[in-house]
């Protein structure tokens, strides 16, 4: 399974950016997926994660009521809405598939990676 993620950008501080994930083989549609970035000098972070059939979401608690992922299983894309962008959210952005249909937040399940995609935000 090869991940895309795209729709990355500059962005000002209190603006908005929508992030796209899409997946080489329908089995994505079967996964969980979460979104992960990583900004100079960092760990990778996990962002938030959504299951198989989107009933279930979680959101890290730097982004909650800021960030909403969503998907789309028909046309097998996942999306991760940022809105009230702050400048501490410019990193480079992946969207990985889990090993299982479950959401989580642990990096370890993650076994699909895309390539990522960079947010710079400015303040």
């Known amino acids: 399974v090869q991940l895309q993620a795209s729709g990355g950008g500059l962005a000002q501080a209190g603006g908005s950016l929508r992030l796209s994930c899409s997946a080489s083989?329908?089995?994505?549609?079967?996964?969980?997926v979460g979104w992960f970035r990583q900004a100079p000098g960092k760990e990778r972070e996990f962002v938030a994660g959504i299951s198989w059939n989107g009933g279930s979401t979680f959101h890290n608690d730097s982004v909650k009521g800021r960030f909403t992922i969503s998907r789309d299983r028909d046309r097998n894309l996942v999306y991760l809405h940022m809105n009230s962008l702050k400048s501490e959210d410019t990193a480079v952005y992946y969207c990985?598939?889990?090993?299982?249909?479950?959401?989580?937040?642990?990096?370890?399940?993650?076994?699909?990676w895309g390539q990522g995609t960079l947010v710079t935000v400015s303040s």
């Open positions: 083989r329908r089995t994505f549609t079967n996964n969980g």
């Open positions: 990985a598939a889990a090993r299982t249909a479950a959401m989580t937040s642990q990096k370890a399940l993650y076994n699909y």
